[in-house]
Nanobody
Framework: VQLVESGGRLVQAGGSLRLSCAASGGTFSSYVMGWFRQAPGKEREFVAAINWSDSGTTYADSLKGRFTISRAENTVYLQMNSLKPEDTALYYC????????????WGQGTQVTVSS
């Protein structure tokens, strides 16, 4: 399984950004795809996840209403609105088997920087 993120860049506070994760090398109907982020000096945290087979979604409580995860073809998206400086982080795409717990596959990450 290969995951390649893109779309990260510098954006002003209040702006929007859409991240993409191109997935290949697997039968993704059995997977859950997730987005995580890690800010400098902080632990990696869960952002959102989507069940590939039925597009069911889950979100970090603190991000509900601003972030939206979706998928189309072999790409998973993270739409981020009303961005804040505290959203600055390296954003990772990850994949796990639907019945598993651990995310086994990770992309390299894409940097999002939100300026105030």
């Amino acid at each position: 399984v290969q995951l390649v993120e893109s779309g990260g860049r510098l954006v002003q506070a209040g702006g929007s950004l859409r991240l993409s994760c191109a997935a290949s090398g697997g039968t993704f109907s059995s997977y859950v795809m997730g987005w995580f982020r890690q800010a400098p000096g902080k632990e990696r945290e869960f952002v959102a996840a989507i069940n590939w087979s039925d597009s069911g979604t889950t979100y970090a409580d603190s991000l509900k209403g601003r972030f939206t995860i979706s998928r189309a073809e072999n790409t998973v998206y993270l739409q981020m609105n009303s961005l804040k400086p505290e959203d600055t982080a390296l954003y990772y795409c990850a994949a796990r088997i639907r019945w598993g717990i651990r995310y086994d596959y990770w992309g390299q990450g894409t940097q999002v920087t939100v300026s105030s």
